[in-house]
């Protein structure tokens, strides 16, 4: 069974940087591809960052492409996902989740939450001055 949990969120200015980390345990990531999604209060959850199981394809949304970056080590076990630039409408819980690559693409992961097994508990970043 594996398990999904994020580190990293908190209190950022506008302008400011963050490092999301999503470590997981009880499997490995090599299998599947990876997503991070985030939920504002009042608005569904969207998904703004995939990744293919094997990291050579990433995929963003039109509202983080240029100031986000989604890696993975494999090695470590981990994702991370690199927030410059943020601004206040980026406030929100951010989730990791991760799906089979099996049955889903990096892309109708992130559009549709397709084929997604398993999520972390979520971070709450709060951009804010």
């Known amino acids: 069974q594996l398990q999904l949990v994020e580190s990293g969120g908190g209190l950022v200015q506008p302008g400011g940087s963050l490092r999301l980390s999503c470590a997981a345990s009880g499997s490995t990531l090599d299998s599947y591809h990876i997503g991070w999604f985030r939920q504002a209060p009042g608005k569904e959850r969207e998904g703004i960052s995939c990744?293919?199981?094997?990291?050579?394809?990433?995929n963003y949304a039109d509202s983080v492409k240029g100031r986000f970056t989604m890696s993975r080590d494999n090695a470590k076990n981990t994702v991370y996902l690199q927030m410059n630039s943020l601004k206040p409408e980026d406030t929100a819980v951010y989730y990791c989740?991760?799906?089979?690559?099996?049955?889903?693409?990096?892309?109708?992961?992130?559009?549709?939450?397709?084929?997604?097994?398993?999520w972390g508990k979520g971070t709450l970043i709060t951009v804010s001055s």
């Open positions: 990744i293919s199981s094997s990291g050579s394809s990433t």
């Open positions: 989740a991760a799906a089979s690559a099996w049955f889903t693409t990096p892309q109708r992961m992130c559009r549709a939450r397709s084929g997604i097994n398993y």
